[in-house]
């Protein structure tokens, strides 16, 4: 609406206007410019220049993975070099300060949610071959540790209780900066920070995972007993076909490790159905596993040919309605599995992060310590169970009484 209301011009940036860029524009004809990474650092300006009535060229995408060295270890004198969204610009880089008035990265809050995410790294290192990721993405490269925690802390005066970390690979964190225990070591200044009640960490590669990792993530005071594994299949040959590693005993006994330093941990993961090549027994393989894992979240996804992968290029594609079936089929399984799983927690005492009151029905809203944003499902309580007032972004303790799929019905817990 940019003849009648405030819209002055309409610029594509984000992940399909860096990958996409110049063919995404001539797709786009109604947008003023179609923007790529390489425009961040100088944001203000170039959406100036296209106030003033100049149409930018649309870039060229390129594989950003070319931009960096190989070496992890040899980035970090580079990274800053390279643009990279949600990481502080060159300028604060060099001089390895945070600007006083606020977080080292542009960032602004929209919402009033007690949540937020927080980028750690960009990019990924793995060539799984039905990602398009890394071209776009780029070569893995971590946030600083103080860039992380100014920006937790800038969070947490603004009434964020839990702060998301996230990134394409979270294990992989601080490998670039030469010590891949680096994590560890930052979630307990996360954690400490006045105002941080909760720290998730997601997207766990499973290759990736490390004893020390799980032991940290068990034992540090706020760190959420939430643990979002990307497994995407569970039958090896399969696995190997996506270039992935483990197969179903592996991951099981992964998970294992898990449960036996924290039982009530929620597990979350992602499959891909019907990729080139998947066999009835690699299907009955996948199925196997997501009834012997118990997991309390498990997506589903179809196999579709993402431009540019190596799986583009396979043979032994399945046919639509085939991978439909076996999307429907495991979707079926899951939700079943991940109900149940919801419903053995029924009498357990859980901590409630509170998210929205709805004044009128009673009805309020908020996320187990095993319930990530979005996508994880929720916990409901009953206003009237609460004596005091209460707001958003409250954490409170209450006893989970019924399941209904994979949200929980629970009551405030009063002794
Ligand atoms: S699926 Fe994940 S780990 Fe694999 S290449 Fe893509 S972003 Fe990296």
Redesign the pocket.
């Known amino acids: 609406m940019k003849e009648t209301g405030r819209t002055q011009a309409v610029v594509a940036v984000g992940c399909l206007a860096e990958r996409y860029g110049k063919t995404l524009a001539d797709q786009l004809p109604e947008a003023d410019a179609v923007l790529g990474f390489d425009s961040y650092a100088d944001m203000s300006n170039n959406l100036q220049r296209i106030l003033d009535g100049e149409k930018p060229q649309a870039h060229v995408p390129r594989d950003r993975r070319t931009l960096l060295p190989i070496a992890p270890a040899a980035r970090a004198g580079k990274a800053n070099t390279v643009s990279l969204p949600g990481h502080s610009q060159p300028a604060a880089e060099l001089a390895d300060v945070a600007p006083a008035s606020g977080p080292p990265v542009m960032r602004a809050r929209l919402d009033g949610r007690p949540w937020a995410p927080l980028k750690i790294a960009s990019g ?5 071959s ?5 071209m776009f ?1 780029g070569s893995f490269v971590s946030r600083r540790p103080h860039e992380i925690i100014t920006e937790a802390a800038w969070l947490a005066e603004r009434g964020v209780k839990e702060v998301f970390l996230v990134s ?2 979270t294990t992989s964190y601080g490998k670039d900066l030469g010590d891949l225990r680096l994590l560890e070591q930052m979630l307990p200044d996360l954690s400490a920070l006045e105002g941080i009640e909760r720290v998730r960490v997601s ?1 766990l ?1 499973p290759a990736e995972i490390r004893p020390d990792l799980l032991d940290a993530m068990a034992s540090i005071p706020g760190v959420l007993p939430y643990y979002d594994i ?1 497994f ?1 299949h569970a039958s090896g040959p399969l696995l190997r076909k996506m ?2 590693f483990g197969d179903r005993e592996s991951f099981l006994s992964l998970i294992e490790q898990v449960r036996s330093r924290v039982p009530e941990a929620g597990i979350r993961t992602n499959i891909i159905v019907g990729f080139p090549g998947e066999t009835e027994a690699d299907f009955a393989e996948v199925k196997l596993f997501i009834e012997q894992a118990r997991l309390d979240v498990v997506g589903v996804f179809g196999y579709s040919d993402e431009d540019g992968t190596e799986a583009e290029g396979y043979g032994e594609k399945h046919d639509a309605d085939t991978i439909a079936s076996r999307v429907a089929e495991l979707t079926s399984l899951a939700e079943e599995l991940n109900a149940q799983r919801a419903a053995e927690r029924i009498g357990t005492t859980i901590s409630v992060l509170i998210e929205e009151i709805d004044e009128e029905s009673g009805e309020i809203v908020g996320r187990a310590e095993q319930q990530g944003p979005d996508v994880d499902g929720v916990t409901l309580l009953d206003l009237q169970d609460f004596a005091e007032p209460v707001s958003v972004g409250d954490i409170v303790s209450a006893t989970v009484t019924d399941s209904e799929g994979v949200d929980l019905i629970a009551s405030l817990k009063t002794d």
């Open positions: 990924c290192d793995r060539r799984c039905f990602c398009a990721i890394p993405r394409e690979n997207y590669q990307s995407q270039r992935r």
